[in-house]
C-alpha cells in the first residue's frame, strides 16, 4: 500500500535562492555549500559553555567548488560597533555567523544587528536615481542626475550665493565620508553642513568638551564592568544600545553594583534596575543637585580630586545648596529620601559610571543637563577612573566619527572650529591656498560663522532673508543619509521642503522626505548603498575605530557615498583641489587614502595613529584583545587598545596604543593615559586652571601644564629633541612666528612626539571646569521647558532669554510666557515624550523596510498610563488622536495602555513616519520603495524649543492632548 | 551524548528580540511565523517586569508528539524534538498540547489544514539529509551538524539565552545565580524537562519511516 | 590625603569577605543571602512558578496567542487527548454495540403483529429522504474520518506505514473538513421538515412509560403515536442539538483562534470529542433500529412508502390522520393478511 510523497515540493521558497537569482541570474541556495569549519568551540566558551557538548561535523559542503568567503564588517545601526560576520558565495549574501572574536559584542547582536543581512537583499531599497516631475517619479541615469543637480546648484550659487545650499551629512558614513563630505562643503563655500549629531549628542559634545576638554565617551562599554555603580540617566540602552548591556549586566552581576536608572519611562532597562527614580520629564537639574545636595551636605565629595583636577566647584555649591529635598520634590516629584538613597549608594559603590542619553540632551536645556552630571561625576572624582567615567552612549554606528571629523556647522574637522587658524591648518593639509579656500565663500566672515543647523534648516528657508545672517535663505538641500522625520516642528518642515527649489536625497530609501506629498517637482533620489557595501572606517561610542570591509558590491545601481561625493565635486569643478593628495580609481576614491589624509590632519583628537594598515591589523586579530581591558595581549597587536581609541598620538609608526580611558592618570601616556585638557587658558580672575599635583604616571612635569607650543617647547629646554625634519615642517608652517606653532598644527608631530616623549599629554595638563565660563549657564540651573506643564514654576525658572545664534533668531523666554499666558496646559495637559525601540532606529525608513524588524513592530503607538486611559476612556489597542499645541498639529496612533509610563504622561516612539494627520502617504514613495511599516511620526507634534549652545531640538518634553480616535 | 537543552535568563533578558531576527535570518522564517519570541511579563510593573525568550523547549516527553494524529515527531540523539514535514497533516494538535505555544503555521484559518507546522529545530535541520538544500528549504539552517549551537543563543545580546548540554546550562545558571545573589528557576524550565534533572534521561525517539 | 579616605576602614572587611567567598560552603550561603539591595523580591519567585499557573505577559507581534508563555493546561489537554478521548469514543461505542447484540439475541427483531398487508403508505416523501440521506451521509463519512484521527495512529498506522497514514489522514482531514457542509445543510433541512412532528406532547409520556413496546416481546399495548414517537424524537433531538453542537464547535476548530484562545480551543476541541462521542453512539442505535432492528423500519427511508399494518402499528395517531386527509387507504380488515406471513 504505496502513497508517493505528496509533499516533497519545499514548504517556502527561501529568500536567498529568490536573491541569488535575481541578482546574479543562478539559484543559489545558502547551505548548500557550507563549510563544515567549526567555531563552535570558541563560540561555546564565550558563551560560558564547555565545548565538546556538540556533535562534530560530519557532511561536508555541498559543493566544494563554490567556495564561502566570510568578510568582516561593523553592524550599521547603534553605536555599539558590534562585528558582522557575512558568509558571501558567488557575491552574494547568504549568511552571518557571530564575530565571536569582537572584544566589543563577542558575538552578540540585537534585533536590527541579527538581521543586517535583510538590509542588502533590498527589496525596498532605492534601485536607481529617481526625479520628481510634476508629482510622478522618473528613472533617470547617473550621469544625468548629477548632471542636471550640479546645473541647478550652480545657479542657486551664482543667484544667491554658496550659503543658500543646505549640505546635511550622516553619521551613517564611514569616518571617511563624513570628511569627505565635510571637506566637500568647505570646497563648496558653506559652513551649512551638518548631520544627526545635532539631534541626538550636540548638546553632550558642547557640555563635555566644555567641561574637561573632549566630546566623547571617557570609558569604553567593556570598562562598564570595572564600575561598581551603575546610574543610568534619560537613557534606555536595552532597546537603543543592547549589546552595551551585556558588558553593563555583567558589571551588575560580577561586583554587585548597584544599578541605578533615572527616567520618567519605566524602560526596559529599568526594569533591571535595583532603583528606579521616576522624574518629571524636564527636571534633570534639579534631581542632579538633588543628588549632589546630600553629597555636600555629608561631606562625601572627593576633596583632594576636586582640589587638584576640578576648577570652580564652590559656585556650583553655591547653586546646589537651594536644591534642598523638599524642593527637588516640589519641582521633579521625586522623593527627597530615595535621592539620599542614590547618593549614598553612588558615594559607597565607587566608582560609579554615569550613563546618559537623549533623554539628558534633547532639551531646551541640554547642554547644562549635561554639565550637571559631568559636575556630579568630578565631584565624586569618578572621571579618569577604570569603572567610572561618563558614559554617553552615542546613537549612530558612527555619529562619533562623523562628528570628530566635523559634520558640523561649528566647526572643521578635529575640533579646530572655523577661525582663520583652522582654516590655514586645514588648508595645508589639504595642499591648497588659503586664498582660493576664501575666494569659495562668500565672505571671510560668513567663512568663519557658524552655519545653520539641521534642526532649524527650515526657518532659513521660510524666514525673511533679513532675518538670516547670510546672502540669502536656503534653496536648495542635498541630504545623504538621514531620515526627515528626526527633527520637531514636521508642520514648519514640510512648508520649508514645499519651498525649496532643489532637494537631492542620497540614501539607500527614499526617506520622509521623498513622500511629502506637498513637493511635485525638483526632488532627486540618489540610490546610495551601505556600508556593508564599501570599505572605510566607523568609531564607535568608546571612541574605537573599526574597518569595516566590503561584503558584496553596491546593489542594483546604488553607489557608494565616496563615488557620489565625487561625482559631484567633479561637476561643480574642485574635484581636482578635493582629491589632490586621494587616489581616484574610475570615479572611486580609496578610502585608504581620505584615512592617510585625515590621519595627517587630525592633530588635536589624536586621530593620527590609526592608519588604515593598523585597523585592519585589529579587525584581523580581534582575538588577541581581552574582553574586559580590550588590550591585546598576544600577536602583532599585543599592548595596543582595540580599535586604537583616539587619542592615539603621533604618526602611525609612534605605536600609541590608543586611549582606553579619557583623563586617566593612573597610567603613562604612551599607555593610554591622559590629563583634563588645557583648552580654556591658564588662568581665570586669579585662580589657576592648571592641575595641581596631579599627572600622569610618569610624566616629567609633575604638575598642570599648558598646551604644548614652540615657545612651550623652548621653554622647557626640550626643543632640541626635535629632528631637523621635524623643525623644518614647523618653521614653514610658523614662517615668522615660530613661537606660535602648536601641537595642533605642527603638521610633522615633532611637538607631540617630544611631550610624550616626556610622558607629558600635547594638550597639556588643566582643571576640569565645573563652571564653564563661556556657555550661557555658566553653571547649570534648572529651567522649566517652554512648554512646561508647571506654568506656576516659569517665573522662579524662567527658559533663556530670546537670543540670536547660528545666523537665526532663537525664542526662549518670551515664548514660554506666552504659553503661559494662553494656558495652554489647561488644553494639553500631559506631558509629551518620545524614544527608541529595540527594532527601529532612527527615522526608521530602513529598519521599517525590514520584514524581520517591520514584524516586531507593526504599529506606531502612544504610550498612555492606565489611569490616564481609564479617565479619557482610552481601551488597549484602540486608534487615539494626539494633538499638539503648535500649528494644529496632531497625530492618529494606536494607543499602549501600560504603566510603563507615568500618569499624565504620553511616550510616543520616534522612529515612524508615512502617515500624516491620519492620512498615509504610501502612494507618494516611489514604487516598491515604500517602507513595510508607515506610522504617524512623532514630530508632527512636537514643538518648539532649542539648547541655546547647540540649537538641539526639544523632543523629550512637551505638552499634548489625547483623545479617543 | 549531550541533552540539548534551552535556558532563558530573566535576569539578564532585556527583550531586544535579537534571538528572534537571529532566527528569521538564519533559516528565512517567513512573516507571520514565529519560531522563537520574546515574551514580557507583568509589563510596567516596578520591579517585576520581566522578559523571556521563548521557543520549542525540545521537552522530555513532549506532549505535541504525543498528541500528534500522525506521529510525526522524533526525537534526536542530542534531545531535539523534531519533526518531519512530509507526514505532518497541520491539524494544529501540536500546538494546543505545547506548554509554550511553539508550533506555528502558515495559515492561521483554513478550511482543510492550516500548512506544514513550523518550529524551532533547535539549528538541527529535519529528517532530510543533512545540510542539504532540500533540508534547508523545509526546515532551515542545520548548525548543529556543522559543530554550532542555535544561533538565536550565539547572538543573544546579553548571553540572558543560552543553548547546549542541559547539565552544562545548568551549571552556568547556578554559578550566576550565586555570584550575583538573586534569580529563582529558570522560566519553563520544569514544565519542559521535570523537576531536577528528569529530563537528563530519556529514550530518543526514532524518526517515523517514510515508506 | 586619601581619596577614598574610608578604604583603610573597609580594607579588613574586604579581605574577610574575600576569604569567606574562597570557601565553597560559604557561595551557598551567599545565594541564600544576597544583599539588601539586589532585586531578589519574594515577588519574582511569584512570577516562576510555571508547574502551577499560566504565565501570560505580552508580545508586540500581533499574534496575542503568543503572549501566552507557559500553559501547562496543554499537558491536561494532551492527557485529555491521549487516555480519556479514545476510551469515551470506542467505549461508549462499544458499550452500545454490545447492549443492541445483547438486545437483539434477546429480543430479537421487533415484529409485526400483524404481519405485513402489502399496501403501502407513504411515509416520507423524496425530500424528506433527501435531507435524511444527506446529514446520515456525511455524519457516517464525519465520524469515519474522524475516527481515522482518532484512532489511525494506534490502530492503522502500524499497519499501513507513516506515508500511507499520513495521506490518509490529510485525505481523511480535508473530507472531515468539507463534508460538515452538507452536514449542516442536512441539518437545517432535517429541522426545518420535521420539527413541528417533533415537538414533545403528552403521549411521549406514556410511550416512554412502556418503552414503546419494545421490551416486551408481544408488543404490550401499543401507544397512539403521531408521526414520531418520544423514541424518535429523542433521536431528533439528539441528532439537532448534538449536530448543531459539533458543527459550531467543528466551526471553531477550522478557524482556529478567531474566536478564542488557546484554552477556549482545548475546550472547544474536548466538546467536540465528547459529543462526537454520544452522537457516534446515539447513532449505532438509530441505525440498529431502522434496519435490522424492526421489521418494515427501513422501507421508511428507503423508498419512503411503509406498510399500512407497520404505520398502524407503530404510528397510529399518524396513520389516522393519513387516512382522514386521504393519503391513505381505510383500514382493511385485520385478518386480511397475505399468505405466506
Same mark, same amino acid.
Given at each position: ?102 572584544? =566589543? ?40 542626475? =548629477? ?43 558653506? &559652513? ?43 537613557? &534606555? ?16 552581576? =560580577? ?19 535595583? #532603583? ?105 572624582? &569618578? ?7 561618563? &558614559? ?72 525673511? $532673508? ?58 532627486? *533620489? ?30 542594483? #545601481? ?17 574635484? #581636482? ?60 597587536? #599585543? ?17 600609541? $596604543? ?88 605642527? *603638521? ?59 545666523? *537665526? ?22 506631558? *509629551? ?133 | ?7 532563558? +535568563? ?12 537571529? %532566527? ?59 519533526? +518531519? ?12 498540547? %505545547? ?20 518550529? %524551532? ?91 | ?59 508586540? @507581534? ?85 475516527? @481515522? ?7 492503522? /498506522?502500524? /499497519? ?107 475546550? @472547544?476541541?474536548? @466538546? ?70
Amino acid at each position: 500500500m504505496l502513497i508517493k510523497r505528496s509533499s516533497a515540493k519545499p514548504v517556502r521558497k527561501t529568500l536567498s535562492g529568490h536573491l541569488a537569482s535575481t541578482i546574479t541570474g543562478s539559484g543559489i541556495d545558502r547551505r548548500s555549500f557550507l563549510k563544515g569549519t567549526c567555531t563552535a568551540a570558541g563560540g561555546l566558551a564565550a558563551m560560558e559553555m564547555l565545548p565538546g557538548t556538540v556533535r562534530k561535523a560530519e557532511a561536508g559542503p555541498m559543493q566544494p567548488n563554490v567556495p564561502v568567503e566570510l568578510r568582516k564588517n561593523i553592524c550599521t545601526h547603534c553605536s555599539v560597533g558590534c562585528t558582522v560576520i557575512a558568509e558571501v558565495q558567488n557575491g552574494v549574501w547568504v549568511g552571518q555567523e557571530p564575530g565571536w572574536e569582537s572584544p =566589543i559584542s563577542q558575538g552578540t547582536h540585537c534585533a536590527k544587528g541579527a538581521s543586517v543581512r535583510e538590509v542588502v537583499h533590498g527589496e525596498r531599497r532605492l534601485k536607481y536615481p529617481l526625479k520628481l516631475v510634476d508629482g510622478t517619479w522618473q528613472r533617470l541615469s547617473w550621469e544625468q542626475a =548629477i548632471d542636471e543637480i550640479g546645473d541647478k546648484l550652480m545657479e542657486i550659487r551664482e543667484s544667491s550665493g554658496p550659503d543658500s545650499v543646505f549640505w546635511l551629512g550622516s553619521a551613517k558614513f564611514s569616518n571617511e565620508g563624513s570628511y569627505l563630505y565635510r571637506k566637500l562643503a568647505a570646497f563648496w563655500g558653506t &559652513n551649512n553642513v551638518d548631520h544627526q549629531a545635532r539631534i541626538c549628542h550636540s548638546t553632550t559634545v558642547a557640555g563635555v568638551a566644555n567641561t574637561w576638554g573632549y566630546g566623547a565617551m571617557t570609558n569604553s562599554y567593556n570598562d562598564i564592568q570595572n564600575s561598581k555603580c551603575l546610574v543610568i540617566v534619560g537613557g &534606555n540602552p536595552a532597546e537603543a544600545h543592547p549589546v552595551s548591556m551585556q558588558h553593563m549586566l555583567r558589571g551588575k552581576e =560580577i561586583n554587585q553594583a548597584p544599578f541605578i536608572v533615572i527616567d520618567p519611562r519605566f524602560t526596559r532597562t529599568a526594569a533591571h534596575a535595583t #532603583e528606579y527614580v521616576r522624574i518629571r520629564p524636564g527636571t534633570d537639574i534639579p534631581v542632579v543637585w538633588g543628588i549632589l545636595w546630600h553629597i555636600f551636605e555629608n561631606g562625601w565629595e572627593d576633596k583632594e580630586y576636586i582640589q587638584q583636577r576640578v576648577y570652580g566647584m564652590d559656585q556650583i555649591r553655591e547653586e546646589v545648596r537651594r536644591w534642598t529635598p523638599e524642593e527637588v520634590e516640589r519641582v521633579s516629584g521625586v522623593p527627597g529620601e530615595q535621592l539620599r538613597r542614590i547618593a549614598q549608594t553612588m558615594v559607597e559603590n565607587r566608582p560609579a559610571t554615569v550613563i546618559w542619553c537623549m533623554g539628558v540632551t534633547q532639551h531646551s536645556v541640554g547642554t547644562a543637563n549635561v554639565r550637571a552630571l559631568c559636575v556630579l561625576q568630578l565631584a565624586l572624582g &569618578n572621571i579618569g577612573v577604570a569603572g567610572g567615567g561618563a &558614559n554617553i552612549y552615542r546613537g549612530h554606528c558612527n555619529v562619533q566619527g562623523a562628528t570628530d571629523f566635523g559634520l558640523d556647522v561649528s566647526t572643521l574637522p578635529s575640533y579646530y572650529g572655523l577661525e582663520e587658524g583652522a582654516w590655514q591648518h586645514w588648508s595645508r593639509v589639504w595642499e591648497v591656498d588659503y586664498d582660493w579656500m576664501v575666494s569659495r565663500f562668500a565672505s571671510k566672515k560668513l567663512m568663519e560663522t557658524k552655519g545653520i543647523p539641521t534642526t532649524r534648516w527650515f526657518d532659513a528657508v521660510l524666514s525673511d $532673508p533679513e532675518q538670516i545672517e547670510q546672502p540669502d535663505r536656503l534653496r536648495a538641500f542635498v541630504c545623504f543619509g538621514h531620515g526627515g522625520n528626526t527633527v520637531t516642528r514636521m508642520p514648519e518642515m514640510v512648508k520649508g521642503l514645499a519651498d525649496l527649489d532643489l532637494l537631492v536625497i542620497a540614501d539607500p530609501h527614499p526617506t520622509t522626505f521623498a513622500s511629502i506629498p506637498e513637493r511635485r517637482n525638483g526632488t532627486y *533620489l540618489l540610490p546610495a548603498c551601505t556600508q556593508f557595501e564599501t570599505s572605510g572606517s566607523r568609531t564607535c561610542s568608546n571612541r574605537s575605530m573599526q574597518w569595516g570591509e566590503k561584503i558584496v558590491e553596491p546593489i542594483f #545601481e546604488s553607489k557608494d557615498d565616496y563615488e557620489i561625493i565625487y561625482r559631484l565635486a567633479a561637476k561643480l569643478g574642485f574635484a #581636482e583641489e578635493m582629491f589632490k593628495n586621494i587616489a581616484v580609481e574610475d570615479s572611486h576614491p580609496l578610502p585608504e587614502d581620505i584615512l592617510r589624509e585625515m590621519n595627517r590632519g587630525c592633530l588635536s583628537t589624536g586621530y593620527t595613529g590609526q592608519s588604515p594598515e593598523r585597523l585592519k591589523m585589529h579587525m584581523r586579530y580581534q582575538a588577541d584583545f581581552d574582553k574586559v581591558s580590550m588590550r591585546a595581549t598576544r600577536g602583532p597587536c #599585543e599592548g595596543e587598545y582595540y580599535g586604537l581609541p583616539w587619542p592615539c598620538w603621533g604618526h602611525p609608526e609612534l605605536r600609541h $596604543p590608543g586611549s582606553p580611558n579619557l583623563y586617566d592618570t593612573s597610567v603613562h601616556v604612551m599607555e593610554g593615559g591622559g590629563t583634563f585638557r588645557a583648552r580654556f587658558g591658564v588662568e581665570r580672575e586669579g585662580q589657576n586652571l592648571l592641575a595641581e599635583g596631579s599627572y600622569t604616571v610618569g610624566s616629567e612635569i609633575e604638575d598642570g601644564y599648558p598646551e604644548f607650543t614652540m615657545a612651550v617647547l623652548r621653554k622647557l629646554g626640550w626643543e632640541q629633541d626635535l629632528t631637523p625634519e621635524e623643525r623644518r615642517v614647523i618653521e614653514l608652517i610658523g614662517g615668522e612666528n615660530i613661537d606660535d606653532v602648536s601641537w595642533q598644527t605642527d *603638521l610633522s608631530m615633532g611637538i607631540i612626539r617630544v611631550a610624550l616623549k616626556h610622558g607629558c599629554l600635547p594638550y597639556g595638563n588643566a582643571k576640569a571646569r565645573a563652571v564653564a565660563w563661556n556657555l550661557p549657564d555658566p553653571v547649570p540651573i534648572h529651567r522649566e521647558p517652554i512648554y512646561s506643564p508647571r506654568p506656576d514654576l516659569i517665573s522662579e525658572f524662567p527658559a533663556i532669554p530670546d537670543r540670536r545664534d547660528y545666523r *537665526l533668531p532663537q525664542l526662549g523666554q518670551s515664548l514660554q510666557a506666552a504659553v503661559a499666558q494662553r494656558n495652554l496646559q489647561e488644553q494639553f495637559p500631559m506631558v *509629551l515624550t518620545s524614544g527608541r525601540l529595540v527594532e527601529y532606529e532612527g527615522g526608521g525608513e530602513e529598519t521599517r523596510s525590514n520584514r524581520w524588524l517591520a514584524e516586531l513592530q507593526q504599529n506606531m503607538f502612544a504610550e498612555i498610563n492606565t489611569e490616564d486611559a481609564q479617565r479619557l476612556g482610552i481601551s488597549h489597542g484602540q486608534w487615539v488622536w494626539v494633538h499638539g499645541p503648535e500649528a494644529n498639529s496632531r497625530a492618529r496612533v494606536r494607543a499602549l495602555v501600560t504603566n510603563r509610563i507615568g500618569p499624565g504622561t504620553v511616550f510616543m516612539p520616534f522612529h515612524f513616519s508615512g502617515y500624516w494627520q491620519g492620512e498615509s502617504h504610501r502612494q507618494y514613495y516611489p514604487e516598491g520603495t515604500d517602507p513595510i511599516v508607515l506610522g504617524e511620526p512623532c514630530n508632527a507634534v512636537t514643538t518648539y524649543g532649542y539648547d541655546p549652545v547647540t540649537f538641539m531640538q526639544e523632543t523629550k518634553v512637551t505638552l499634548c492632548r489625547v483623545e479617543p480616535a | 551524548m549531550a541533552r540539548m537543552k534551552f535556558l532563558c +535568563d530573566s535576569g539578564r533578558c532585556i527583550e531586544c528580540n535579537a534571538c528572534v531576527t537571529a %532566527c528569521k535570518n538564519e533559516h528565512e522564517v517567513p512573516w507571520g511565523m514565529n519560531r522563537r519570541r520574546v515574551v514580557t511579563l507583568n509589563d510596567g510593573e516596578v520591579g517585576r517586569e520581566r522578559s523571556i525568550s521563548i521557543a520549542c523547549m525540545h521537552c522530555t516527553a513532549a506532549p505535541c508528539a504525543t498528541v500528534c494524529p500522525v506521529g510525526c515527531f522524533y526525537q534526536t540523539a542530542d534531545g531535539v524534538v523534531l519533526h +518531519d514535514k512530509d507526514l505532518c497533516i497541520g491539524c494544529g494538535y501540536c500546538f494546543y498540547a %505545547c506548554p509554550f505555544g511553539a508550533p506555528q503555521f502558515p495559515q492561521t484559518t483554513n478550511y482543510g489544514s492550516r500548512g506544514k507546522m513550523d518550529k %524551532c529545530t533547535f539549528c538541527s535541520g529535519g529528517p532530510e539529509e543533512d545540510m542539504t538544500p532540500v533540508e534547508y528549504q523545509k526546515y532551515g539552517a542545520n548548525r548543529l551538524a556543522e559543530g554550532k549551537l542555535p544561533l538565536c543563543a550565539e547572538m543573544c545580546s546579553t548571553r540572558a539565552l543560552m543553548a547546549g548540554d542541559g547539565a552544562v546550562l545548568e551549571d552556568i545558571y547556578r554559578e550566576r545565580v550565586v555570584r550575583r545573589g538573586y534569580g529563582t528557576a529558570a522560566v519553563g524550565w520544569e514544565t519542559a524537562y521535570g523537576p531536577d534533572g528528569e529530563g537528563n534521561t530519556y529514550e530518543p525517539v526514532h524518526p517515523p519511516v517514510r515508506s | 590625603m586619601r581619596r577614598h579616605s574610608h578604604f583603610f576602614l573597609l580594607a579588613p572587611l574586604l579581605v574577610a569577605l574575600a576569604l569567606l567567598f574562597a570557601m565553597p560552603a560559604a557561595q551557598a550561603q551567599y545565594a541564600n543571602e544576597p544583599r539588601p539591595d539586589a532585586p531578589t523580591a519574594p515577588d519574582q519567585v511569584q512570577i516562576y512558578n510555571p508547574d502551577e499557573s499560566r504565565l501570560v505577559g505580552s508580545v508586540t @507581534i500581533p499574534d496575542q496567542n503568543l503572549a501566552v508563555l507557559v500553559q501547562p493546561e496543554g499537558r491536561d489537554w494532551r492527557s485529555f487527548r491521549r487516555d480519556y478521548l479514545p476510551w469515551i469514543i470506542g467505549g461508549l461505542a462499544i458499550i452500545v454495540a454490545v447492549a443492541l447484540l445483547a438486545f437483539f439475541l434477546i429480543r430479537g427483531k421487533i415484529r409485526l403483529h400483524s404481519g405485513l398487508s402489502g399496501r403501502k403508505v407513504l411515509r416520507f416523501n423524496s425530500i424528506d429522504r433527501f435531507a435524511h440521506w444527506t446529514i446520515a451521509t456525511s455524519f457516517l463519512v464525519l465520524a469515519l474520518t474522524g475516527l @481515522i484521527l482518532t484512532f489511525g495512529r494506534p490502530l492503522l /498506522l502500524p /499497519l499501513i506505514g507513516n506515508s500511507a497514514f499520513t495521506a490518509l489522514a490529510q485525505a481523511g482531514m480535508a473530507i472531515h473538513n468539507f463534508f460538515s457542509i452538507p452536514f449542516v445543510v442536512g441539518l437545517v433541512l432535517v429541522v426545518a421538515l420535521w420539527i413541528k412532528d417533533n415537538i414533545p406532547n403528552r403521549s411521549d409520556v406514556a410511550w416512554v412509560k412502556t418503552m414503546g413496546g419494545m421490551l416486551s416481546k408481544d408488543g404490550g399495548p401499543h401507544v397512539k403515536t403521531g408521526r414520531f414517537n418520544a423514541g424518535q424524537k429523542g433521536m431528533f433531538w439528539s441528532i439537532v442539538l448534538g449536530g448543531l453542537g459539533l458543527a459550531v464547535t467543528g466551526f471553531l476548530l477550522m478557524t482556529p483562534f478567531a474566536f478564542t484562545g488557546i484554552w477556549g480551543m482545548q475546550v @472547544i476541541h474536548i @466538546i467536540h470529542g465528547v459529543l462526537a462521542a454520544l452522537l457516534i453512539a446515539a447513532i449505532i442505535g438509530h441505525i440498529y433500529i431502522g434496519t435490522v432492528g424492526m421489521e418494515g423500519a427501513f422501507d421508511a427511508m428507503g423508498n419512503g412508502q411503509v406498510d399500512e399494518n407497520w404505520a398502524r402499528e407503530h404510528h397510529a395517531a399518524w396513520y389516522e390522520e393519513q387516512v382522514r386527509k386521504g393519503y391513505a387507504d381505510s383500514p382493511p380488515n385485520m385478518a386480511q393478511r397475505p399468505a405466506g406471513e
